[in-house]
């Protein structure tokens, strides 16, 4: 009887638990990035703490203040700015001031050798030229419809906005707290959850700080050399090297490449020069340099699974990916080395598992 009763209740557990995290499914970037953030600025809060002398609540608002100042707004501004240009860069399209296919038109007269080549493949340039047409107009009415709905769904942008600073406030007040219950609640055993939570943790300080930091300059520098060059849509197209510097191995060339293409079509080799040695050189030196420092280093991940983890991410979670497929690689890396160390102890040993394993903060290799 006593054991039907506790079957009972953990498959109603397991019911209402399935069915809260359905309640909170519409929130799952809102909660997802409440705690990204959290995680970030926790040292700011601790340090805080102290000069504070324990007062949590004014601690938790100060913390959330410099989150807002730092992060909130100028990604608002950014953005905002950058949706406003596409808007512009659309009306361009729909004038005909700019036309995509005269200039694909432009590269297939300079480069004829190159057309030639692309044909043996069986890559048709007319097809090419409709589909990029098609292609920037579809990206170019999408920016235009985000700036009419980014003025239309203000409220809802807002709502998500203090929603996320909301859990913040409580996730910095609350989080020692919320952890021990967290520990507590799982039953994976005490020393196992700490080393799990603190490899989440680290995994998404580093892979946010990390990406952010190769992202921020990647754009600023792609978006500065294509201002200093005359090349319109530079806030734009610095922001969209920003988002595609989240891709490793990839980045901000798939932009930078075709315009510097298209400047040695239309006889500009000197800015195409000066494009292609800054982007070669500088944009794509910086991301060689800094991930596997920022990112593979402090996530104690080699490079090909920060790689991989990453495009998988991107692909199954959308922008989010970039730090959900990491942490991801993490726990999996971290869930196996606790199986090897603990559980699957050689055949004709005679040790005894202990749960209460040395150096648990060490990494996984």
């Not at 493949?121 to 999408?142: I, P």
């Not at 989240?246 to 040695?264: D, E, K, Q, R, S």
């Not at 970039?322 to 004709?348: C, M, T, Y």
């Amino acid at each position: 009887m006593r054991q039907l009763e506790t079957r009972s209740f953990l498959l109603f557990l397991f019911l209402v638990s399935v069915a809260f995290f359905i309640v909170l499914k519409p929130f799952f970037g809102t909660i997802f990035w409440a705690c990204a953030i959290t995680i970030i600025f926790y040292p700011m809060h601790l340090k805080l703490m102290a000069k504070f002398n324990n007062r949590p609540n004014l601690t938790a608002l100060t913390t959330l203040t410099a989150c807002i100042l730092i992060v909130v707004l100028p990604m608002i501004i950014l953005i905002s700015s950058a949706v406003s240009e596409g808007a512009g860069l659309y009306n361009k399209l729909e004038s005909g001031e700019i036309n995509p296919g005269q200039y694909i038109e432009q590269i297939r007269t300079a480069f004829p050798g190159a057309q030639q080549t692309l044909e043996r493949f069986g890559v048709d340039m007319e097809k090419a030229k409709e589909s990029a047409l098609s292609a920037t107009m579809a990206s170019g009415k999408w920016l235009a419809q985000n700036a009419l709905s980014l003025g239309q769904n203000t409220f809802k942008l807002l709502l998500n906005i203090c929603l996320m600073l909301y859990l913040i406030f409580f996730l910095l007040r609350d989080g020692e707290y919320l952890l021990a219950l967290l520990i507590r609640a799982l039953p994976l055993g005490d020393d196992r959850e700490r080393l799990l939570f603190a490899k989440f943790s680290e995994v998404t300080r580093a892979t946010i700080k990390g990406n952010l930091v190769i992202a921020i300059i990647q754009g600023s520098l792609g978006g500065l050399i294509f201002w200093i060059l005359g090349i319109p849509g530079a806030l734009l197209w610095g922001v969209v090297m920003a988002l595609f510097s989240l891709i490793p191995a990839i980045g901000p060339a798939i932009i930078w490449v075709p315009v510097a293409i298209y400047l040695f079509a239309t006889g500009d080799s000197v800015k195409a020069l000066v494009l292609a040695g800054f982007g070669a050189g500088v944009i794509g030196l910086i991301d060689n340099l800094l991930r596997p420092i920022l990112v593979g280093r402090d996530t104690k991940l080699p490079d090909y699974i920060v790689l991989l983890s990453t495009l998988g991410g991107l692909g199954v979670f959308g922008v989010n990916g970039f730090v959900i497929g990491p942490l991801v690689a993490a726990l999996f890396i971290a869930f196996w080395g606790i199986f090897i160390r603990e559980v699957n102890v050689p055949e004709g040993s005679h040790h005894t598992p202990n749960p209460n394993v040395q150096n648990r903060g060490d990494s996984i290799e």
